[in-house]
C-alpha cells in the first residue's frame, strides 16, 4: 500500500475517524466520545463561522444566535412545548432555513458597516436574539422563557432513535456512538461545501472582498450579494449545528447561547487558523479538548505541586484562553495553521508572517 | 512528513483497539474488593469552579459527611458489609458540562448520583441517568421541569419552586397583610420560576400584583425599575433572584426613600447579603426549603459536625445533600440490595426522618408537603419566623 | 410628575457615568481609529483598586476624606499604568496591523483583565465601604442622594477639564494633528507613540474616577462590572459620533435617559407586552439603528465608512 498516494491517505484517515470513537472508548470512557461528539457540533459552528470571518473577512461577534435559533426551532417543533413531533429530516433543514432567514436579516442592514462597527452591531445582535428567547413566555408563551424547553425528542429517522442501543456485526453501539457518526457525517459534508466553496467563483469573490472590497466592487462583484451570501451560508450552519445540538441535549435554555459562547467559536476559527478549514478543525478540538484536559489535569497537578488548588481550573481557562488570543494575534496573526496554498502562493522567500499579516484583512488604511 | 506517519501509526494499532473495545462490550468488569466487602459507589456532580464553586463544594461536603456517617455504622447489605465511595465531578454549572459529567458518572457504574446543583444542569443530566436507569436525587434543583419531565429515576428531596413560592405568596399577602405587591425578577430559570409561582399564589390569597418588572442576574442598577415600582405605591416588593442582585437592590430602594417591605427566595438567604446591603438590609424576608437546623435534633448535631470537619459554617445546601444520600441509602438497605434496578422501584416509597425535614416522595419525585421556613434580617442576623407548609416535626 | 422626575435623574446619573466612559472610548477611536475593547475593565480594575486602598486607608483610621481622596488617586494612578501597558502590549506591535488583529487582541485583554481580577479579588461580589453618610435630598417629590450630586458635579468638572486639555495645552494639540493625520503630525515634529500613550493614560484615569463613582453609588464591586458598562459607553460614543468629545457626553446622557425612561414607561405604554426586561434590548437597538441610519452618530463626522 503506498502511503503517499492521495487517495490512500484519504482512505487512511477515514478508517481513522471511523474507528475513532471506540478507540477513546477503550481508552477513557463513554464520556470522552461524548465529548468528541460535542467537538463535532464545535466544529461545524466554526467551519460556519469560518466561511463569515475566514473567508469574506467579516468580523461576526454574535454568530451563537444562529445556533440558538437553529436549536430553539428543533426544540419548538420536536417536544411536548407545542405538542409538536415533527420528524428530524424536517426539522433539521427547517432550523437552517430560519437560521439562514436571520443570517439575512442581520446581514442586510449592516452591509455599509466594515471591521469593528460590524464586530458590535453582530454583538448587539447576538444579545438581543438572546433576550428574545429569555423573555418570551410572557405574554404568549412561545420559548419557555429562561426556563427553556425539556424533554426535547431525540435525533431519530422513522424508528432508529440515535439515542438507543443497537448493534450491527456483533458490536454495540451506543448512544454516544451513533451521535458520533451522525455528527461526522454533517461536520464532513459542512467541511466539504466549505472547501468547494472556497475555490468557487463565490469563494474567490470573498476573498476579493476581504482583501479590498472597492477593488473587488470595481473588478464587478456585486458585493452586497456575495456578502448576504457569506452571512447566510455561515448562519445555515450554524442552524444545522443548533439543531443537533438541540436533539442530542434534550434541553435547551438561553443560557447556553451566551456572548462568552461566540467569543469561544471565533477564538477556535481565529487560533487555528483564519480562512483554512484543516486550521478551523484542528482549533475547534484543541478549544473543545483542552479545557476538559485542564479540568482535570490542572487541579491535581496543582495539588501535587503545591499540596492545594491554588488557582481554581476554570479561570486558569479562560486566563489562557485570553493570553492565547493575544499571543497568537502578535506572533502569528494568520493563526496555527494557515493555509499552506496561500503560504505558497505568496513569495516564499519573503518573511510568510508578514505576508500574512498584510494580506489577511484590508490593510489599507 | 509526519502527516504520513501518522495514520499509517492509528491504523496499526487500530486493530488492538477494536479488540479492547469489543472485549470491553462482552464482559462485564467485575465488582472490585474482595468477596466480604460490597462497594457502592455514589455519583456526586456540582460545579466545582467557576462563580457558585462555594456553593458546590458546600454540597460535596454534605454528600462527602453522609457517606462517611454509613461507613462508620458498618452497615451490611445482602449479607455483605459495605463501604460507600463518593466520586465528586465538577458540571460548572453549565448544561453541556454536566451531560458529559453524567455520561462519566455512569461509565463508572455508580449505584446512585446526588445532583445537581442547579436545576439547568439536573434536567438534561436526567435524560442520561434514566437511560441508563441510574437514580438520581438532586439536593437543591428547585425547576418545577425537573420531575416533570416524567423519569422514573429523578427525586429532589427540596421544595420545588412551585411549593415554595406558593407559601412565599400566602405568607406575603396573608400573614404580612399586603394588598398591593411588585415582583421583579432577574430573568434566570429559578428567579423566574420562584416569581411566577409567587404571583399566583398572591393573586389567589386576595393581593394585588400591581408591577411586575425584571431585571438581570448580571444588573447593579435597578434605580429605574424601582422608581417605576415607586409610583404604583406598593405595600411589599417580592425579588425572584440571587444575593448579589438582592442586596443592592434593597440599598437602592430605601436611597429612593421607599419604606416598602422587601422580600425574596432562599436565594436571598446567605449572610453576604446582609454584609453587603448594611443597614438597608433590616427587616428583609427571605425563605430556606425545610425546617430550621436548630429545630430538628439530628440538624443540631450536623451543624456542629459540619463546622468541626469543613472548617467553615453550612453555605446553603449542605442539609438537603446529607439527607439525600441517607434517603438513597435507606432504599437500598429496604432493598437489600444496592443494585439500581432492586433498589429504584422502592426509593420512591421511603419516609426518612432527614437533618431539613421528614422527607418522603410524591408519585412525579418531588417532595412530599415541603416545608418552608421564613427568616428576616433582624439586629443584623437571619432570624426565623415561622415555618410553613408540609409536616412538622 | 415627581416619578418623571424621578426617572430623569435616574437617567442622568446613570448617564454622567455612561459618559465619563465613553470620553475613553471616543478619544482613543479619535487617534487610533480603533475600538478599545478593554475600556471597560480598566473601569473596573479602578474600582478594585480604590476598595482595597479604601478599606486599607480605613482600616489604618484615615480620616474619611483623606482616604477617598488618596484611594481615588491610587486608582487614576493604577489605571494610568495599565493603560500605558495596554497600548505597548497589545496594540502598539499592530499598529499596522490588518484592522481585525488589535480587536481580538482587545477581546483578548479583556478577558485576562477579568480573569486577573477574579484571582486576586475573587468571584464574590464586594460591599463598596462609603466613610460618610449618604444623605438624601428631595426635589419636588423625587429623592437625589450626596452621591449622585457628586457624580453630576465631578463628570461636568471632568469633561471640561478633558476639553482644556485637548483644546488649550500643547498635548492636545498634539492629540488633534495625530487624529487628523498621523503621517504628517510626525513629520512635523510630533512623537506620535508618546501622543498615543498620553491618549491612553488620560482615557484610563477618567475611567477610573467613573469605576470609584459607579461602586460608591452601588455600594457594591465586582470582577465582572466593567463589561456591561463598557459595552454601553461605548453605545453611548457611538450614539454621540464616535471620535468626538462633545459627542462622548451628549450620547452617554442620552443613553441614560433612553435606558431609564424606556425601563421605566415602556411597560405601561405597550400595555405590559415589552417590558423593563427588554431594557439591554433598547440600548442595543439604539446601537444598531444609529450605526444603519446615521453611521457617524449625533454629532459625528463620516468616519464609519472608512475603509
Redesign the interface.
Known sequence: MKLHRPANRHLLLALALLVLPFVIDALFGHGWVRIADFALLYIMLALGLNIVVGYA?L?DLGYIAFFAVGAYTYALLGSPQFGLHWPMYVVLPLGALFACFFGVLLGA??L??????L???T???G??IR??M??LNA?VNITNGPQGISSIDPLHVGTFSFAGQHELFGIGFSSVHQHYYLFLAFTLLVAFVSLRLQHSRIGRAWMAIRE???AANAMGINTRNIKLLAFAMGATFGGISGGLFAGFQGFVSPESFSLMES?MV?CMV?LGGMGNITGVVLGGVLLVVLPEVFRHGAGPLQQALFGKIV?DPE?LR??M??????LV??WR?AGLWPSTQRRRELMPDESVAQQE??T?????? | MMSFNKPALLLALCPIFLLAACGKTETSAPQAGDAAELVVKIGASAPLT??Q?HIGKDNEYGTRMAIEDANAKGLTIAGKKVRFELLSEDDQSDPKAATIVAQKLVDAKVNGVIGHLNSGTSIPAARIYSDNGIPQIAPSATAVAYTAQGYKTAFRVMANDAQQGKVLGEFASNKLGAKKIAVLDD?TAYGQGIADEFVKSAQASGAQIVA?????D????F???L??I??KQPDLIFFGGM??QG??MV??LR???MKTQFMMGDGGYTP?FI??A?GAAEGTYASLPGVPLDKMPSGRDFATRYEAQFKQPIQLYAPYCYDAVNVMIAAMQKADSAEPAKYLPLLGAVVHDGVTAKIAFDAKGDLKGGAVTLYQVRQAKWQAVETMGGAAP | MD?FL??LI??L??GSVYALVALGYTMVYGIL???NFAHGEVVMVGAMVALTALQALLAAAFAPVLAVLFSLMLAVAACMALGYGIER??YR??R??????????A??????????A??IWG?????FPLPFN?G?H?MGGA?I?DVQIVIVLVALVMMAGLMGVVHRTRMGRAMRAVAENPSAAALMGVDINRVISATFMLGSALAAVAGLM?SAN???V?Y??GF?LG?KA??AA?LGGIGNLRGAMLGGVLLGLI???????I??LSG??L???????FA??V??AV??LR?SGLLGERV??R?
Open positions: 473577512g468580523l442592514p449592516t455599509r458597516l466594515r471591521g469593528d462597527y464586530a458590535i452591531v454583538l448587539g445582535f444579545e438581543i433576550i428574545f429569555n423573555n405574554p479590498d472590497e472597492v467569543i471565533l481565529v488557582v479561570s479562560m486566563l484562553f485570553g493570553l492565547a488570543l493575544i494575534m502578535l496573526p499579516q498584510d489577511v484583512y484590508d490593510s489599507a488604511k | 467557576g462563580p464553586a430573568r411586575r418588572e425584571y431585571t438581570t448580571k444588573a447593579v442598577d434605580a429605574a425599575v422608581t417605576s415607586k409610583g444575593d448579589p442586596s443592592p440599598k437602592q436611597a429612593l426613600g453576604k454584609d453587603n448594611g | 416619578i424621578q426617572q435616574n437617567g446619573v446613570q481609529g480603533l475600538i502590549i497589545a506591535p499592530l499596522n496591523a490588518p484592522r481585525l488583529a488589535p480587536l481580538i487582541t477581546i483578548g485583554v479583556s478577558i485576562v483583565l477579568q480573569n486577573l477574579m484571582m468571584r464574590e461580589y464586594h460591599a449618604n438624601l428631595e429623592i442622594t459607579v452601588y455600594g457594591i465586582h465582572y462590572m456591561m459595552l461605548f453605545t457611538v435606558e431609564s425612561l424606556g425601563a421605566g414607561y411597560g405601561d405590559g407586552f417590558g423593563s426586561h427588554y431594557q439591554d434590548v442595543f437597538f446601537l444598531i450605526l444603519v453611521p464609519a465608512e475603509a
